[in-house]
């Protein structure tokens, strides 16, 4: 059964930095990609950065392009987001999910099968 359980999310202040972590188990990192989402109070949720399991490349939603990266420690089961330059509209849910499958990766959610309970992130000003 593959669990995928984040941490990290806090409250800080415009300007500052957190780092999530997404700790992955019952994956064989075969194919696909793993993804963050993120999803604000009256908002639908949106894809923030993935990167694919098979030779890293990564992508990055316009919005966080510069500031947030994604990267992978399989040996230890992890994937984190580290975000920097943190504004009030980056506040939200941030998710961590999982899509098995092969092929192009975007953030169309219906391809990740995988989600956790998401760490909430608060940017006040």
């Known amino acids: 059964q593959v669990l995928l359980v984040e941490s990290g999310g806090e409250s800080v202040q415009t300007g500052g930095s957190l780092k999530l972590s997404c700790r992955i188990s019952?994956?064989?990192?075969?194919?696909?990609?793993l993804a963050w989402f993120r999803q604000a109070p009256g908002k639908e949720r949106e894809g923030v950065a993935r990167?694919?399991?098979?030779?890293?490349?990564?992508l990055y939603a316009d919005s966080v392009k510069g500031r947030f990266t994604i990267s992978r420690d399989f040996a230890q089961n992890l994937v984190y987001l580290e975000m920097s330059g943190l504004k009030p509209e980056d506040t939200a849910r941030y998710y961590c999910?999982?899509?098995?499958?092969?092929?192009?990766?975007?953030?169309?959610?219906?391809?990740?099968?995988?989600w956790g309970q998401g760490t909430q992130v608060t940017v006040s000003s």
């Open positions: 990167i694919n399991i098979r030779g890293g490349s990564t």
């Open positions: 999910a999982l899509r098995e499958t092969g092929g192009y990766c975007s953030f169309e959610m219906r391809h990740f099968a995988y």
């Open positions: 019952g994956f064989t990192y075969s194919s696909g990609c």
